[in-house]
């Protein structure tokens, strides 16, 4: 059971401002293989934010692109989101996600408890 412990939100944040958000993983007997951000809003679905592969391969939603950025450290199981140019519509509760199993074709996968981030216009 992999165990994701979130930090860096809970602060409220003025449109144009910066955070950084950070997810710990523990607990893995394998590897982790996509680490990564999604977002949920109220009244609106969860949806990704960013994802981040064991190689460094990045993936992010069109509406983040030039302004967050996401990073790993394998030897940590850590994953970072730096969050730039923030603006009121990314006010939403951020959860981390990764996978265990490096190889796995159905690897499991994780949540974290989710940490808010309000930006103020």
């Known amino acids: 059971q992999v165990h994701l412990v979130e930090s860096g939100g809970g602060s409220a944040v003025q449109a144009g401002g910066s955070l950084r958000l950070s997810c710990a993983a523990a607990?893995?007997?394998?590897?982790?293989?996509?680490m990564g951000w999604y977002r949920q809003a109220p009244g609106n679905e969860r949806e990704l934010v960013a994802l981040i592969s064991f190689g460094g391969n990045t993936t992010y939603a069109d509406s983040v692109k030039g302004r967050f950025t996401i990073s790993r450290v394998n030897i940590w199981n850590t994953v970072y989101l730096a969050m730039n140019n923030l603006k009121p519509e990314d006010t939403a509760v951020y959860y981390c996600?990764?996978?265990?199993?490096?190889?796995?074709?159905?690897?499991?996968?994780?949540w974290g408890q989710g940490t808010p981030v309000t930006v103020s216009s």
């Open positions: 607990g893995n007997k394998f590897a982790l293989k996509d």
């Open positions: 996600y990764c996978e265990e199993g490096l190889f796995a074709s159905r690897p499991y996968t994780y």
